[in-house]
């Protein structure tokens, strides 16, 4: 696949065009998506959809890559300094997991991909999970070791992956799942204070 830094501007944005395009098929459209659907929404061939993604699944990660960049800019300029770090963490969590709830064909292909390994989409699914380590790591500062908060990060987010793939595939019901994941960020949190010790990282 193309690669960022070999972009022309012209490339970037007719890339661009390709990823908003789907994001809204995804969001908005009743029925599947499909490659020549999107390139139809773009404006593009559907040829040129084939330059940027070798088929529909990176595609929609790479839609929800830029879907999960915006809300992590939301959730760091939205959380209240003085937080605790289990709300602010779990005011995250929440949040990430009512949103993406609401694009249920998006979430179905992120939780899925966060346990994909040894496939093309691979790649996408190892930023996927650093993305959302960091971004959880980032909300558990006080009381607990910075050596602690990456892998506790890690931790957060496989949990929060689990119960997204349950929720997609109806095994649990949106208010189930966010009871779920306040506990398990709760218990995490209070081991990872209790402790004191470095969490080896997965």
């Not at 929609?60 to 959380?79: D, K, P, V, Y």
């Not at 990430?96 to 998006?106: D, G, K, M, V």
Request: proline letters at 3%; aromatic letters at 6%.
């Amino acid at each position: 696949m193309d690669r960022e830094l070999d972009r022309t501007p012209n490339q970037t944005s007719r890339r661009k065009r390709i990823v908003t395009a789907a994001r809204r098929l995804a969001t908005h459209s009743s029925e599947s998506v499909h490659l020549r659907m999107v390139a139809d929404h773009a404006g593009v061939a559907t040829s040129s959809v084939y330059q940027y993604f070798s088929s529909k699944d990176e595609l929609l990660l790479a839609c929800f890559l830029e879907w999960l960049a915006e809300q992590e800019t939301h959730g760091r300029t939205s959380m209240p300094r003085d937080a605790m770090p289990h709300h602010s963490l779990f005011d995250l969590v929440r949040n990430l997991t009512i949103a993406l709830s609401e694009t249920p064909r998006l979430a179905t292909y992120a939780a899925r991909a966060y346990f994909t390994d040894g496939c093309p989409t691979g790649a996408n699914a190892d930023r996927i999970r650093c993305s959302l380590s960091t971004m959880f790591a980032d909300q558990i500062q006080v009381g607990i070791a910075a050596a602690n908060r990456h892998a506790l990060g890690e931790m957060v987010a496989d949990v929060w992956a689990a119960n997204m793939l349950a929720l997609v595939q109806n095994r649990i019901s949106l208010p189930n799942a966010l009871v779920r994941l306040e506990m398990a960020v709760a218990i995490i949190e209070r081991r990872g204070i209790a402790t004191g010790r470095t969490v080896a990282p997965t």
